[in-house]
């Protein structure tokens, strides 16, 4: 199975969604693991979206110290 590409902010948004549901009492309970489920990946991608630009951006700013 492919992996799905998602845009940051596209995961962000989803996971604001999830949050705001959670906070009203919106979700169902068949429906709440799925969606803490789905919100744990998308927190993963973002982390690691973050942590690679992160990287990059150090690796740019090293780049240019010499």
């Known amino acids: ?3 799905e590409e998602i845009k940051y902010e596209d995961a962000v948004r989803e996971l604001e969604r ?3 549901q959670m906070e009203n009492n919106e979700l169902d309970i068949d429906v ?3 969606r803490l489920k789905k919100a744990q990946k ?3 991608l973002c982390r690691d979206r973050l942590t690679k630009a ?3 951006v150090k690796k740019i700013l ?3 110290r010499t």
């Open 32 to 34: 709440m693991g799925d």
């Open 42 to 44: 998308l927190l993963k």
């Open 1 to 3: 199975m492919a992996k």
């Open 18 to 20: 999830i949050v705001e």
């Open 54 to 56: 992160d990287q990059e």
């Open 62 to 64: 090293d780049g240019n």
